[in-house]
């Protein structure tokens, strides 16, 4: 018995490979197919028989329930609808003609590349080294070898640009899919003269037939000037939308995914500066903190009350000139402002003003009584009656 099946399982295997490959076609063709989080993908498979006879074909994969398959005389397709990353996998199409049987097997990859991507700052100033990061949301796969995050100059990457490390991080979702943020981080050079007025951080995406591309513009600053002080030179930048480019994508894979929610910085004028408040309308469980100031954020006085946020700047302090930035948690969008102060005074007190006060009237004393000394004194004693009173009686 144990012979007879050693005997018949290698012709088994061996007319399965023999027919390996053969007349089944599967379109795509590609191994791998890439599919977006949400979007729809089709595999049909075809086998044809040498003798006209209908042959059998049937999708199979390690879960069949994570597509709809219809099959025929011939043929079987697996329609792939509202990808989730659960649907990422090998499927396997059998066929078979009598005796023969044929396969071949697709990797299903199921992807995330949102147009969302942030920098921080939202601008830079020309003429100085600065460090720069971009962040692209809610992507997966996360890996260098699939995504990549650079800066550019028009078309080309900028030159003399030195890498400071990448980070990944989970982003908080309330499905069950698992994203991440990848936040790419540079030192800028001077970006020379004349400075060029924006550059990109560019995300794109790589993977077997397909490539993706999305850009954000990051406006350079030539100059920072106000004309009526004590107001401040100060700069909020809007995010704007980029573009996507895609020359291979097969099917239609598109993205799914809603607009993130972004935190904005408002200036409130009080007296002696300006006060800063960081807010976000995004509902309940969500919060804003400062994240980044001129000089040493421990420095400025702040409150923090879940989605609202705020930072006192008094002209007295002589705070430095710089970028204020807050973030949102979860989620970790930024939002970044500007700043100069245009008045800077040396820090004053009550005692340092009362004692010039005393001062100034012991030195106006003093200069009366060396005037009245000097010149009203000897006139007074050169009148008669006064320089009779000053002789007294013989």
Known sequence: MESGLALVLPLFLGLLQQGRGGPL????????????????????????????????????????????????????????????????????????????????????????????????PVALVAGLDQKVA????????????????????????????????????????????MLFRVTERWLLPPLGTPAPSTLYCQATMRLPGLQQSHRHPIPVLHSLTSQKPPVTTSLEVTLEEGYTHSPQSPGKPGNSSTEPCLPEIHQLPVPGGLELLCEVAC?????????????????????????????SVLWAACNPEGWFQCRLDPGGQLA???????????????????????????????????????????????????????????
């Open 336 to 394: 970044n402002l500007y700043l100069v102060p245009e008045i800077c005074s040396p820090p004053t007190s009550g005692a340092l003003w009362t004692g010039s006060l005393v001062l100034g009237l012991l030195l106006l004393a003093f200069l009366t009584y060396r005037l009245w000394k000097c010149c009203w004194a000897p006139q007074l004693l050169r009148t008669p009656a006064l320089r009779g009173m000053g002789s007294g009686p013989s």
């Open 134 to 177: 971009c962040t692209a949301h809610n992507v997966t796969p996360m890996d260098a070898d699939a995504l990549t995050l650079s800066l550019l100059l028009g078309d080309r990457e900028l030159e003399g640009v030195q890498a400071l490390g990448r980070d990944e991080e989970v982003e908080p979702q309330e499905g069950e899919d």
């Open 283 to 311: 509902g309940p469980g969500v919060a804003v903190h400062w994240t980044q100031a001129p000089g040493d954020l421990a420095a400025y006085e702040r409150r923090e009350a879940g989605a609202q946020a705020w930072l």
């Open 25 to 120: 076609k599967v379109e795509p063709r590609e191994p791998v197919v890439a599919v977006a989080v949400g979007g729809s993908m089709q595999l049909t498979c075809r086998l044809a028989c040498a003798d006209r006879r209908a042959a059998s074909v049937q999708w199979r994969g390690l879960d069949t329930s994570l597509g709809s398959v219809q099959s025929g005389p011939g043929s079987s397709v697996l329609s792939v609808l509202n990808a989730s990353l659960s649907a990422a996998g090998t499927r396997v199409c059998v066929g078979s003609c009598r005796n023969l049987t044929f396969q071949q097997t697709v990797n299903l990859l199921v992807f995330a590349f949102p147009d969302q991507l942030t920098v921080s």
